[in-house]
C-alpha cells in the first residue's frame, strides 16, 4: 500500500470539493431543465387545447364562452405551478367577468343607470374560476 504526501492528501481534498461543486451544478441545472419542460408541456397542452378548438367549430354564440373557459382553466393550472404575474391576474379577472356575462349571470345589480362596473370580490372569482375548472374537466 502507497502512503500518501500531505501534497497527495491535499489534491484529493482539492477533487473532492470541485465534484461536490460540480455536482451542485448538475442538481442545479436539471432542476431548471425539469421547471423548463414542465413550463413547455403547459404551453403544448394549451396549444393542442387551441387548436383542438380551432379544429372543431362550435355553434355560433359559444365560441366565446369555450374560449373564456380554455383561458380560465390555463391560467388556473399555470397557478398551480407559480404565482400568476398582474397581467395574467388581470386577464382572469377579464375572462371571469366575460364569461358570466356571456352566460347572461348579473355579476352586481347596478346602483344606477350611470355605473355599469362590474365588481366581484376575490373569493366569488375563485368560486366562478372554480367552477370554470370542473366544468372544463369534465368536458
Known sequence: MKVLS????????I???ELKKYGERLTQ????LQ???????NKLRHLEEI?????NPIAVGTNEEELCKLEINRLYQAAK???LEFT????????VKSLMLIRGKS???PKNKKSSKIKLDNEELLQLALQVVDDTNEQ
Request: aromatic share 8%; glycine share 0%; hydrophobic share 35%.
Open 51 to 55: 387548436a383542438k378548438f380551432s379544429s
Open 88 to 95: 395574467q391576474v388581470k386577464a382572469f379577472e377579464i375572462y
Open 15 to 17: 477533487q473532492n470539493e
Open 6 to 13: 500531505s501534497n497527495d492528501v491535499k489534491d484529493i481534498l
Open 81 to 83: 405551478v407559480a404565482p
Open 35 to 41: 421547471q423548463e419542460l414542465e413550463q413547455t408541456k
Open 29 to 32: 441545472t436539471n432542476l431548471q
Open 107 to 109: 355579476i352586481e345589480e
